[in-house]
């Protein structure tokens, strides 16, 4: 049973590597930008949204940021595609839910995650920050906001 368990979990991380797409239902919200969901099977992955940075715990708008992906997917269905992996394992994911087509986009919108550039040169990202910074929407209301690469 163990070594089926084993090859089932190298056989899956060897699929969702490749830029695939598909459904999960998502089970937990740990901040902004970063999720666990059930596959088809019901295994446990945990997924990082792409191109953004949501704030961390103890950083202003956290709870905020955590609160409304929480609204947007917790216990839904929403349609992953993979795009990496990142250092902790996470699979790197641009997610759709049933109403909003790119949730990475709403976050940045609502001006409660940053574009982070660092890896991700999406125009429309870069647009929807400057847009919610400019019109002080979100975590940019703060005077001085932290990037979550600079509090960590």
Not at 7 to 36: M, R, Y
Not at 56 to 63: G, I, L, Y
Not at 128 to 146: F, N, Q, S, T
């Amino acid at each position: 049973m163990k070594k089926t368990s084993i090859l089932l979990l190298l056989i899956l991380s060897a699929i969702i590597s490749q830029a695939q797409t598909f459904k999960v239902k998502v089970v937990s919200i740990s901040d902004g930008d970063t999720f666990t969901a059930l596959n088809r099977d019901d295994l446990q992955i945990r997924f990082r949204i792409y191109g953004i940075d949501a704030p961390e715990r103890k950083q202003a708008f956290s709870s905020v940021s955590t609160d409304k992906l929480k609204e947007m997917i917790h216990g839904k269905k929403v349609t992953v595609t993979v795009h990496s992996r990142d250092g902790w394992g996470r699979y790197i994911v641009t997610v759709k839910a049933k109403k909003i087509k790119d949730i990475s986009a709403e976050m940045l919108r609502l001006g409660l995650a940053w574009h982070y550039k660092e890896y991700d040169d999406t125009p429309l990202y870069a647009e929807l920050e400057a847009k919610a910074r400019k019109e002080h929407i979100g975590l940019w209301l703060d005077p001085d906001p932290v990037a979550p690469w600079d509090f960590r």
